[in-house]
């Protein structure tokens, strides 16, 4: 009962419904008090975040969201981590350390990409409701947000035949989409044809092996499990192999790397991954 209600909980925080009273109570409670971290999507301070407990293997036994999330509810054991990450959720906004870099980085340029310029066309991929919030509450931006499987948001896109016409958006944020998408390739000519000559995409994916792999046999939730530690997972990439197949659709690409933002600041923010920075080939960088 109190495992349903927190998910209940969670998904109407999620949508923002609850999210002022949820924010005041957690900011009522002693033990999550404390600076040693900072949130950079909501602005809290913690002694910690949360442990994120990666993949669920409730998975592997249904394909269907709200069965997977009733089977969580009925047979908890079933709903066991394949790992963890210490320190890596906000109690608040429930961002990640690759939210969290990403919005960041996207924070310090927002003054260059919203006060000089108006009606900027931004396009983001399965939206994080913080971010959407950003986004919305600032005038300058016209915000496009997009998912092929939820029903949350403005537009419902398949990634590899996007609906929008060419040299459309000035800013894309497409965060871990691609490693599940079978024809990447595709869905980056995609993004590379409605970006706007000048514009930018912010691209994100987990780069966490040097040399990406990548098994077309690879096929099932189970076999998808173990070689990629997600069931929806068709790849992971390393860095240099996804950087290789933007530039080879036509972006020219720029990273930033959280080994070069300030320590303290990665530290107490608890940044993590890399924002891949693509721009067309000839545009200014
Ligand atoms: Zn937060």
Same mark, same amino acid.
């Given at each position: 009962m109190l495992l349903s209600s927190f998910l209940v909980a969670k998904d109407l925080i999620r949508n923002n419904k609850y999210r002022v009273l949820y924010e005041r109570l957690v900011g009522s409670k002693p033990m999550l008090k404390g600076d040693s971290v900072q949130c950079a999507c909501c602005g809290y301070s913690f002694d910690s975040f949360f442990t994120y407990k990666a993949e669920r293997k409730v998975a592997l036994y249904a394909s269907n969201i709200k069965i997977q999330k009733l089977l969580k509810v009925l047979? *908890?054991? #079933? &709903?066991? %981590?394949v790992y963890k990450l210490e &320190?890596? /959720?906000? %109690? /608040?906004?429930?961002?990640l350390g690759q939210h969290r870099h990403l919005f960041y980085y996207i924070n310090e340029l927002s003054a260059e990409y919203t006060c000089e310029a108006s009606d900027v066309k931004l396009l983001h991929f399965a939206p994080e409701q913080f971010m959407k919030d950003f986004f919305l509450s600032n005038k300058n931006i016209h915000y496009y947000d997009c998912d #092929?499987? @939820?029903?949350?948001?403005l537009y419902i896109e398949n990634i590899t035949k996007l609906s929008f016409q060419d040299n459309f958006f000035d800013i894309i944020i497409c965060s871990h989409v691609l490693e599940h998408i079978i024809d990447d390739i595709t869905a980056m000519r995609e993004l590379l044809r409605v970006l706007k000559p000048n514009g930018v995409a912010f691209l994100m994916v987990p780069c966490n092996v040097d040399n990406t792999i990548e098994d *077309?046999? /690879? $096929?099932?939730a189970q076999r998808r499990l173990a070689a990629y530690k997600q069931t929806d997972h068709v790849r992971e990439y390393s860095s240099d192999d996804f950087i290789n197949r933007l530039s080879k659709v036509g972006f020219t690409v720029n990273t930033s790397c /959280?080994? @070069?933002? $300030?320590t303290n600041i990665v530290n107490k923010l608890r940044l993590r991954d890399s924002i891949f920075i693509c721009r067309k080939n000839g545009s200014r960088i």
């Amino acid at each position: 009962m109190l495992l349903s209600s927190f998910l209940v909980a969670k998904d109407l925080i999620r949508n923002n419904k609850y999210r002022v009273l949820y924010e005041r109570l957690v900011g009522s409670k002693p033990m999550l008090k404390g600076d040693s971290v900072q949130c950079a999507c909501c602005g809290y301070s913690f002694d910690s975040f949360f442990t994120y407990k990666a993949e669920r293997k409730v998975a592997l036994y249904a394909s269907n969201i709200k069965i997977q999330k009733l089977l969580k509810v009925l047979l *908890p054991h #079933l &709903n066991k %981590p394949v790992y963890k990450l210490e &320190n890596e /959720v906000c %109690p /608040v906004c429930f961002s990640l350390g690759q939210h969290r870099h990403l919005f960041y980085y996207i924070n310090e340029l927002s003054a260059e990409y919203t006060c000089e310029a108006s009606d900027v066309k931004l396009l983001h991929f399965a939206p994080e409701q913080f971010m959407k919030d950003f986004f919305l509450s600032n005038k300058n931006i016209h915000y496009y947000d997009c998912d #092929l499987f @939820r029903r949350d948001t403005l537009y419902i896109e398949n990634i590899t035949k996007l609906s929008f016409q060419d040299n459309f958006f000035d800013i894309i944020i497409c965060s871990h989409v691609l490693e599940h998408i079978i024809d990447d390739i595709t869905a980056m000519r995609e993004l590379l044809r409605v970006l706007k000559p000048n514009g930018v995409a912010f691209l994100m994916v987990p780069c966490n092996v040097d040399n990406t792999i990548e098994d *077309p046999q /690879v $096929n099932t939730a189970q076999r998808r499990l173990a070689a990629y530690k997600q069931t929806d997972h068709v790849r992971e990439y390393s860095s240099d192999d996804f950087i290789n197949r933007l530039s080879k659709v036509g972006f020219t690409v720029n990273t930033s790397c /959280v080994d @070069r933002i $300030n320590t303290n600041i990665v530290n107490k923010l608890r940044l993590r991954d890399s924002i891949f920075i693509c721009r067309k080939n000839g545009s200014r960088i």
